[in-house]
């Protein structure tokens, strides 16, 4: 027969073998669940599902500040100087229909007859 210190040994002994053994376990299945995961989420990573969408509210942002920086600086009445200006120059230089250049010089470049 043994004695209780004896039986207690073994019984702790047991116990601790036991808790190795499920911690072991326990641990695989953490390993093979965050596996599982990072794979997951590489393959999500992977995919272009929400890419299309943040693309198109980037290009929203840069619009908007466009529009805001066009119109809060009074950027349009400069823009449509500009371009009253460099229409004018091209159709005073243009050559028109009979050969020559256009403008008041040549007889306008309205159309008309020179």
């Not at 040994?9 to 596996?35: F, P």
């Not at 590489?42 to 890419?51: C, D, L, P, S, Y």
């Not at 693309?55 to 908007?64: M, N, P, R």
Request: net charge positive.
């Amino acid at each position: 027969m043994q004695s209780i210190a004896e039986q207690v040994q073994e019984k702790s002994i047991a116990v601790a073998v036991h808790a190795q053994t499920a911690i072991r376990h326990g641990c695989r299945r953490a390993w093979n669940g965050s596996r599982a995961l990072a794979v997951k989420q590489r393959r999500r990573m992977a995919e272009e599902t929400g890419q299309t969408v943040i693309e198109y509210a980037g290009i929203l942002v840069l619009l908007a500040v466009l529009f805001v920086a066009i119109f809060g600086l009074h950027l349009g009445d400069r823009f449509t100087n500009w371009a009253n200006e460099l229409f004018n120059a091209i159709h005073n230089n243009a050559p028109n229909q009979n050969g020559g250049t256009g403008g008041a010089a040549s007889g306008g470049g309205n159309g008309g007859p020179p």
